[in-house]
Structure formats: C-alpha cells, structure tokens
C-alpha cells in the first residue's frame, strides 16, 4: 500500500490569492500543480477516492466549474494533512476520445480534500463530459454546459427547481427523476443540509450528532453526497445555488443565532456560522471568488464576519437573466418574539411596531442595490428570481410568521418596487415551506386587481416533511390568499420550467412515496405562462 510522502504543510489559511491560483493553474492545463510555499509528492491511493461523485456549476459562455472530494474510506475518514494530486479531464464524447481540455489539480486538507477546477477556453453553449483521475481510480463521469454566448438568441432554457432534502425524511428518488429530465440547469434554493439529529420516525439516521463544528458540517455534507441519486443528479448538468438557513441553524439571521432546541448545546455561534460557509464552499462546484476574504475572511475573528458571495446573475443569451439570491447572510433579526427568543414565531402583525420599520432587510442594502439594478436591465426577455420562500402573503388566519417576507413588509415594499421596474416578464421561484405554491406577485396584495408583476412558483421539498395541513386548510388558505391559485402539500418532489421567446410551462413533479427508495414519479400539475402577459394559467 503506497503512502503519501512528507510534504511542507502551512497552517496560514488559504488567501484569495492562493485560491484563485489553485482555481486557474489548474484550469490552464498545466502538467504540475501548485501549493503556497510547499512543495509535495504524488500520492497513490489505495481505494476509491470519488465516494462522493462529481458535480458542475458555475457555468459562463466559455467555462465551467467542475467538483468532486477525495474521501476514500467512508464518512468520517479521511486523507489526512497531505494533498492529493487529480488529474481532470473535458470532453466532447463520453468515451473520452475527443479530448478538449486536461490539466491537474490539488486537493488540500485545509479544504477537506475537494477540488474546485475553473475551466475556461471552451465553446459557448456547448455540453461537455468530465471526469477526474487520482491514483489508479477513475471518477464517475459527469455531463456539463456552457452558457450561450452573451447577446445569442436562444429558442429554449429548461431548469429544475428543488430544496429542502432532510435526509432522515425521505429518500432522494426524486433525484434520480430529475437526472432524467434533459435539463440545461438546477437551480438549488436552499436547505442542502439539515443541522439537526433524532427525527422521529426516521427513515434512515444522520450519522453524527448536533452539526456545530467544521468537522461536523463536513461530515454531514459528505452522507448527503454519498447518495446515489443525488449523485446522478449533480452529474447530469450544472447547478446553480443559494441556500437558507439550515446549512447553519434552523431560522439564523445574519450574525445573529436562531432558534436553539432544548437539546441543543450552546456555541460560539460567529465561529459556528464560519465553519458552516467553508463546509458549504467545500461541497458546492463554486468558484473560488465567492469567498470574499478566502479563508482567512472566515477564521479571523478581529476581521469582518465571514462572508460568502452567494448571490449571483447568470444570463442566457436573450432568453433569460437568472438571479440567484441570499436571504439569510444579510438578514436582519425577527422582531416581537415572545420573550426576546431568537429565531422564528408567529405573530399578530397589528401588534408589532417594529415589523414596519422600514430600515429592516431581508437582503441587506448592497444586495438590495444590486437586484434593483439586475431588474431594471432590459436585455433579456424573461428575468427568473430564485430565492429560499414565499414572496407573497400566505397566512392562515391574522397571524403570521416573521421569519419570512411576511415579517419583512418593508423590504418587500422595496422588492415589489424594482419588480415593478422590470420591463421583461417576471417569474419568482422559492422553497421552504414544503409545499407547492403556485401564484402571481401583485404590486399591492391588498387590491384584488392590483397589476401582477410577476407569476410565482414556490416549490416542494425533496424529502423535508411539511407542516401538517388537511386539504380543507389548504384551501381555506386559498381563499384567503387569492393571489395564490394553488397550494398542495402532501407531495415531495420538485418543479421544472421551460422558457421561450413565446412563453413559460412548469410542471410539477412529485414522487409517489417518499418512504420508497425506488419510487416513481408522477406530474401533479402543468402551468403556462404567456411573454408580457403573467397571468398563470393551468394546463
């Protein structure tokens, strides 16, 4: 059994720098790698490296990001303090035969072994097929897309919309569904993890306890990843991402802790906070740019809090502006909880002053900026919104929660006014409340004839269970929240959207039993939505 050689390892986090030349050096197709201030053996690897498969996101006209994490015995094992050298190669035949890009990269322990290789120099809208090398083990091989060319015109984009994937809830049969969905893109809108133990009625167990510490959250995102059909998922195209709060803690705002269950040991929550972004830059095919202060802007505690850039744009040709956004970094506490508790609660709006101060955020004032100037470009025929919840109203009775855009009225105002701005047709997606919510953004929800500014797709969970619900409650909801004109929430399952010059279908797919790990699919409902006319209309 072949061991890895001593090598000079330094303990100062990873700069922006070394990130960004960790990226590119290898994406320029150099024969060797390289390592700050060290240098390093090849390793051989005695088994499988590429437990966790392999993944793509990130996409532009001309490159991509291409992911896997070398983690050859299990779970909770791993390599070690040395780096691994991966060979990676781009393709445009699965067999590997015509050869488009190769070069090698390192996997370092400070990053818990993963690879993030930021290809360029490829062909706008163009599929591409992948696969990575270490030692005498070959990866999965995985099918990825470049962006069309800045300005193209583009007859079709077809996405998937999914969150919320509990893994002691449900199996992901969804997700080898969705890996069969001829998709161009996924659009992942938070809850990739879920921090907590002892569900009741699990279906299968999360290994490990409390996620709090690094150790923890790479752990957790690592029996995620071992699934096989999200596997098949991640491999079928490139992902796009933002996430909500249970990549750290049931319902954190910004810097400050959520809610915290009795069993829930108490921690240093800044650090906790900063050991769940570089769990989740570790795991995601993202580039290395999104860690705005690299490593150092995570563990140094006299710096700024950590920060990931998570919030993004992607443009499709003429066809569609894709907005990804943050709704939990930036966000300002929930006010009027009982008892000052942190976290959620539901509230009687009339009874709380503080819910209208207009200088709460739910995106902070740079991201705000930065929408209001995304949406108020008129290069695209369509502008899509992926963000973790509902946009509209959705209360039961004259209560409602303050975790949400509900208790954000204000930001919402803000929101609906850079909307209101665009001059494409709108579409909304969301997460979060495990439900199929299916609807029309209103410039004022007050007025039943209030102009639509946008239709809103607010999808189910993967395997997250929803709040119990009979279908005389959801339509009782309904009919209290007209702008809506579905809601169903029994069934698991993601959404898939097609745009046209012409027009929007999405179509809701739903699993037939959660509890199956082979089971089959079904749709529940089809929607259509006409360019420059947001009515939705179901088919």
Same mark, same amino acid.
């Given at each position: 059994?072949?061991?890895?050689?001593?090598?000079?390892?330094?303990?100062?986090?990873?700069?922006?720098?070394?990130?960004?030349?960790?990226?590119?050096?290898? $994406?320029?197709?150099?024969?060797?790698?390289?390592?700050?201030?060290?240098?390093?053996?090849?390793?051989?690897?005695?088994?499988?490296?590429?437990?966790?498969?392999?993944?793509?996101?990130?996409?532009?006209?001309?490159?991509?990001?291409?992911?896997?994490?070398?983690?050859?015995?299990?779970?909770?094992?791993?390599?070690?303090?040395?780096?691994?050298?991966?060979?990676?190669?781009?393709?445009?035949?699965?067999?590997?035969?015509?050869?488009?890009?190769?070069?090698?990269?390192? %996997?370092?322990?400070?990053?818990?072994?993963?690879?993030?290789?930021?290809?360029?120099?490829?062909?706008?809208?163009?599929?591409?097929?992948?696969?990575?090398?270490?030692?005498?083990?070959?990866?999965?091989?995985?099918?990825?897309?470049?962006?069309?060319?800045?300005? $193209?015109?583009?007859?079709?984009?077809?996405?998937?919309?999914?969150?919320?994937?509990?893994?002691?809830?449900?199996?992901?049969?969804?997700?080898?569904?969705?890996?069969?969905?001829?998709?161009?893109?996924?659009?992942?809108? *938070?809850?990739?993890?879920?921090?907590?133990?002892?569900?009741?009625? %699990?279906?299968?167990?999360?290994?490990?306890?409390?996620?709090?510490?690094?150790?923890?959250?790479?752990?957790?995102?690592?029996?995620?990843?071992?699934?096989?059909?999200?596997?098949?998922?991640?491999?079928?195209?490139?992902?796009?991402?933002?996430?909500?709060?249970?990549?750290?803690?049931?319902?954190?705002?910004?810097?400050?802790?959520?809610?915290?269950?009795?069993?829930?040991?108490?921690?240093?929550?800044?650090?906790?906070?900063?050991?769940?972004?570089?769990?989740?830059?570790?795991?995601?095919?993202?580039?290395?740019?999104?860690?705005?202060?690299?490593?150092?802007?995570?563990?140094?505690?006299?710096?700024?809090?950590?920060?990931?850039?998570?919030?993004?744009?992607?443009?499709?040709?003429?066809?569609?502006?894709?907005?990804?956004?943050?709704?939990?970094?930036?966000?300002?506490?929930?006010?009027?909880?009982?008892?000052?508790?942190? *976290?959620?609660?539901?509230?009687?709006?009339?009874?709380?002053?503080?819910?209208?101060?207009?200088?709460?955020?739910?995106? *902070?004032?740079?991201?705000?900026?930065?929408?209001?100037?995304?949406?108020?470009?008129?290069?695209?025929?369509?502008?899509?919104? *992926?963000?973790?919840?509902?946009?509209?109203?959705?209360?039961?009775?004259?209560?409602?929660?303050?975790?949400?855009?509900?208790?954000?009225?204000?930001?919402?105002?803000?929101?609906?006014?850079?909307?209101?701005?665009?001059?494409?047709?709108?579409?909304?997606?969301?997460?979060?409340?495990?439900?199929?919510?299916?609807?029309?953004?209103?410039?004022?929800?007050?007025?039943?004839?209030?102009?639509?500014?946008?239709?809103?797709?607010?999808?189910?969970?993967?395997?997250?269970?929803?709040?119990?619900?009979?279908?005389?409650?959801?339509?009782?909801?309904?009919?209290?929240?007209?702008?809506?004109?579905?809601?169903?929430?029994?069934?698991?399952?993601?959404?898939?959207?097609?745009?046209?010059?012409?027009?929007?279908?999405?179509?809701?797919?739903?699993?037939?039993?959660?509890?199956?790990?082979?089971?089959?699919?079904?749709?529940?409902?089809?929607?259509?939505?006409?360019?420059?006319?947001?009515?939705?209309?179901?088919?």
């Amino acid at each position: 059994m072949n061991k890895y050689s001593p090598s000079k390892r330094s303990s100062t986090p990873l700069s922006r720098r070394d990130l960004l030349k960790l990226a590119t050096t290898s $994406a320029a197709g150099a024969s060797g790698v390289w390592w700050p201030g060290a240098s390093w053996a090849q390793a051989r690897i005695s088994a499988n490296p590429f437990t966790l498969g392999v993944a793509s996101g990130s996409p532009t006209p001309d490159g991509v990001v291409l992911w896997t994490r070398l983690l050859p015995s299990g779970l909770f094992a791993a390599l070690g303090v040395e780096s691994a050298s991966v060979r990676w190669e781009v393709a445009h035949d699965d067999k590997f035969q015509r050869m488009v890009k190769q070069g090698t990269s390192q %996997a370092t322990a400070q990053l818990a072994h993963s690879v993030h290789v930021e290809v360029t120099g490829l062909e706008p809208d163009r599929w591409y097929f992948y696969r990575f090398h270490a030692g005498d083990f070959t990866s999965q091989t995985g099918r990825t897309r470049t962006l069309p060319a800045p300005g $193209a015109k583009v007859d079709k984009l077809r996405l998937a919309y999914a969150s919320c994937q509990h893994w002691e809830h449900g199996y992901y049969s969804a997700y080898r569904h969705l890996a069969q969905e001829q998709l161009d893109l996924v659009l992942f809108l *938070g809850d990739y993890i879920y921090e907590y133990p002892g569900t009741p009625n %699990a279906l299968r167990t999360a290994s490990g306890n409390w996620v709090q510490s690094l150790s923890d959250y790479r752990q957790r995102y690592a029996l995620h990843k071992s699934d096989a059909d999200l596997q098949a998922a991640h491999s079928a195209c490139p992902w796009l991402f933002t996430w909500d709060d249970h990549e750290v803690q049931n319902d954190y705002a910004g810097e400050t802790v959520g809610f915290s269950r009795a069993a829930e040991p108490s921690t240093d929550f800044p650090k906790r906070r900063a050991a769940a972004y570089q769990a989740w830059y570790e795991h995601m095919p993202v580039r290395a740019s999104v860690l705005t202060k690299a490593l150092a802007g995570l563990v140094d505690r006299a710096a700024q809090p950590a920060e990931v850039r998570v919030y993004q744009s992607v443009r499709w040709g003429q066809l569609a502006n894709l907005m990804l956004l943050d709704p939990r970094q930036y966000k300002d506490p929930a006010v009027c909880n009982q008892a000052d508790r942190p *976290g959620s609660a539901v509230i009687d709006p009339k009874a709380c002053a503080p819910l209208n101060d207009p200088a709460r955020s739910m995106l *902070g004032k740079a991201q705000e900026n930065w929408l209001a100037q995304q949406l108020s470009d008129k290069g695209t025929a369509w502008q899509v919104l *992926g963000q973790a919840t509902l946009i509209g109203p959705f209360a039961a009775s004259n209560r409602i929660s303050n975790d949400g855009w509900d208790g954000y009225p204000a930001a919402r105002e803000r929101l609906l006014a850079s909307l209101a701005n665009s001059s494409a047709s709108n579409v909304v997606l969301g997460g979060d409340v495990h439900a199929n919510w299916v609807g029309h953004v209103k410039a004022d929800y007050s007025k039943p004839r209030s102009k639509v500014l946008a239709s809103e797709f607010c999808g189910t969970s993967i395997t997250s269970r929803p709040t119990p619900a009979t279908r005389e409650v959801m339509d009782a909801r309904l009919a209290k929240n007209p702008h809506y004109v579905f809601a169903e929430n029994e069934k698991r399952g993601y959404g898939v959207c097609e745009l046209t010059p012409a027009g929007l279908k999405t179509t809701l797919r739903v699993v037939d039993d959660v509890t199956k790990s082979d089971s089959g699919i079904s749709t529940l409902a089809s929607f259509a939505v006409q360019i420059g006319k947001p009515a939705v209309e179901r088919i």
